[in-house]
């Protein structure tokens, strides 16, 4: 490897390290989360969306999958704590998921690969996010992570509310 090259992967390590740093504060100050909308998926999968929007004292969540092959759509609309606002902020904080804000990147070559769009709005900050067929850095991980919980409030919550 060249000294060039090893000085100026050197630089763009130390301009990725201040971007997130700064996304980082700005983030941290970002206040309550207020609305949350995240959904993913392809052609092959079909689609799910989760959305999850402050109604007072509680929160109103909504849950769809879409089969991309016949259309079918289930899910429902159905009410959670509060509180577990918070939790998905404190999420997105500590994986990192505010970093993917600004992400929007598009490979309109292949149309039928994986999708995602993410907008969360806080109090004094949104995040936006959006790809297709291209992801932001750690995607995979986090967005397991992000999806495990979002399926968590379906099943703990939805499951309640169907039994009553």
Do not use: C
């Not at 700064?22 to 079909?46: A, N, P, V």
């Amino acid at each position: 490897m060249s000294r060039a090259f090893h000085l100026y992967m050197i630089i763009i390590d130390r301009i990725k390290n201040h971007i997130r740093s700064k996304k980082t504060e700005k983030f941290k100050k970002s206040g309550i989360l207020r609305y949350f909308s995240y959904s993913f998926g392809s052609m092959g999968d079909g689609m799910k969306v989760f959305v999850i929007a402050e109604q007072g004292e509680f929160a109103s969540m909504t849950y769809r999958n879409v089969s991309m092959e016949d259309g079918r759509e289930v899910g429902s609309t159905f009410l959670i704590p509060l509180n577990m606002m918070n939790k998905l902020k404190a999420l997105i904080m500590s994986e990192e998921i505010f970093l993917w804000d600004g992400f929007n990147k598009n490979n309109s070559v292949i149309a039928t690969g994986h999708s995602f769009d993410l907008k969360a709005d806080f109090d004094n900050q949104s995040l936006k996010a959006h790809g297709m067929v291209m992801m932001p850095p750690g995607y995979k991980e986090k967005h397991e992570v992000l999806v495990n919980f979002l399926e968590g409030l379906v099943r703990s919550f939805y499951r309640e509310i169907s039994e009553e």
